[in-house]
C-alpha cells in the first residue's frame, strides 16, 4: 500500500518543474549632483549600495592577487553629472585619477553580486582603470583580486567571473582620470519561482489513472 502511495506521488511531482531561485539584474546610477562626502547610499532591485572614496600609496601584485595593499585611506567622494569622483586632498580635482594618490572609489553591496557592464564619463581615450574585488569577505585586502589595467570605454563588460558584496574601480596611472557613472550588477533574489508545468505524455496520464485506481481499489478491499 504505502509503495502504490508513493509511486503515485513520485509519478504526480514529474507534473511539475523543480522551482529554482531567481536570477536578477539591476543596475545603480552614480551619477547625480552632490557634494564630496564621506559617501553615499543607492538602492535599486531590491540591493542597497554603499559608496565610498579612498585612496592607495601603492600595491604589489602576485598576477592578479593583492600581495600588499598599502596606504588605503578614506577619502570624499561626490556625484556629478559625469559620474562619481573622488577628492582625496584640498585642491584636486574630482575625478578618480592617478594623480598624486592612487583613488578609487569602492562599492559595498547587501548581497554578493557580479558585476555585469559598468560605464563612465569624463575620460579620454588614453585612460585606463583595475577593478578590485573583496574574495574572502574581509574588505579590500591582502590575497584580493586585482585586474589588469583596462582600457575605459562604454560600456565596460569584460569582469571576472567573480561574487563578492566588495568591489572597487581604482585608477593607478599618473594619466588616468575619470568619473564612474553606472554599474549594472546580477545577483541572485533568494525567491524561489516554480517553472511553468510540464506536460506529462499520454503514458504518464495512464499511468498516473491506473496507480490511482489502484489504490482505491485496495483500500476497498481493507
Not at 76 to 82: I, L, N, Q, W
Not at 135 to 152: R, W
Amino acid at each position: 500500500m504505502k509503495k502504490l502511495m508513493t509511486a503515485t506521488v513520485l509519478a504526480a511531482g514529474l507534473v511539475g518543474g523543480a522551482a529554482s531561485a531567481a536570477v536578477v539584474e539591476t543596475t545603480f546610477t552614480l551619477s547625480g549632483n552632490s557634494s564630496p562626502s564621506n559617501g553615499f547610499s543607492l538602492s535599486s532591485g531590491g540591493l542597497t549600495a554603499g559608496v565610498t572614496g579612498k585612496s592607495v600609496t601603492s600595491v604589489n601584485l602576485s598576477g592578479t592577487t593583492i600581495t600588499s595593499l598599502n596606504g588605503l585611506s578614506n577619502e570624499k567622494v561626490g556625484r556629478y553629472s559625469e559620474g562619481a569622483g573622488v577628492t582625496s586632498y584640498n585642491g584636486d580635482d574630482h575625478t578618480v585619477d592617478g594623480s598624486g594618490t592612487n583613488d578609487l572609489i569602492q562599492l559595498v553591496f547587501s548581497s554578493a553580486v557580479q558585476i555585469v557592464s559598468a560605464s563612465f564619463g569624463y575620460f579620454g581615450w588614453q585612460d585606463d582603470f583595475r577593478y578590485m574585488v573583496d574574495t574572502d569577505g574581509n574588505g579590500l585586502d591582502n590575497g584580493d583580486y586585482m585586474s589588469a589595467e583596462m582600457d575605459v570605454v562604454n560600456p565596460f563588460t569584460n569582469f571576472a567571473n567573480l561574487s563578492s558584496k566588495t568591489w572597487a574601480f581604482a585608477a593607478f596611472g599618473d594619466n588616468d582620470s575619470w568619473k564612474l557613472k553606472s554599474v549594472t550588477v546580477r545577483y541572485d533574489d533568494g525567491i524561489s519561482i516554480d517553472p511553468d508545468p510540464v506536460p506529462l505524455p499520454a503514458s504518464g496520464l495512464l499511468l498516473l489513472g491506473g496507480l490511482g485506481a489502484l489504490v482505491m481499489r485496495r483500500r476497498k478491499a481493507a
